[in-house]
């Protein structure tokens, strides 16, 4: 009896979804590869920045690149004793494409020794999103 009611469930979820289509994706080293470009060109494209002062306990900013009035990029660096962490806001087509976020974790608070301080340890997540 339970194959019946396994047959008929997929039977009927694909007469369900047979309107449904699929766009092609792309890869993740073509994603890889625009945002690669973006941030190879990052330093021809006008910026501006603001301060983000209260999103962390030592502060932060947060930098807008733009091109022809429309944002390609925002970075956005927070900074602890501890660490520092980034994300970045990928729009090379006017709507958000990617995020891509790192964090860095020190050996030792940097107050202890600014000029000896070293990345221990870091983290990386992307994030691709399909425009519509």
Avoid at 44 to 64: A, P
């Amino acid at each position: 009896m339970s194959r019946k009611y396994l047959i008929a469930a997929i039977v009927g979820g694909v007469y369900y979804f047979k309107d449904f289509s699929c766009s092609a994706v792309q890869s993740v080293a073509s994603n890889r590869a625009l945002i690669a470009n973006i941030d190879a060109t990052a330093s021809s494209l006008q910026s501006t920045s603001k301060d983000l002062s209260d999103q962390s306990t030592e502060g932060g900013k947060q930098t807008e690149y733009t091109k022809d009035g429309k944002t390609e990029m925002v970075l956005q660096e927070f900074f602890g004793e501890t660490g520092t962490s980034e994300n970045r806001y990928y729009f090379p087509n006017g709507s958000l494409f990617a995020v891509v976020s790192q964090t860095f974790q020190y050996d030792k608070p940097y107050y202890v020794d600014p000029d000896d301080v070293k990345i221990v340890s870091s983290t990386k997540q992307e994030f691709y999103l399909r425009a519509t």
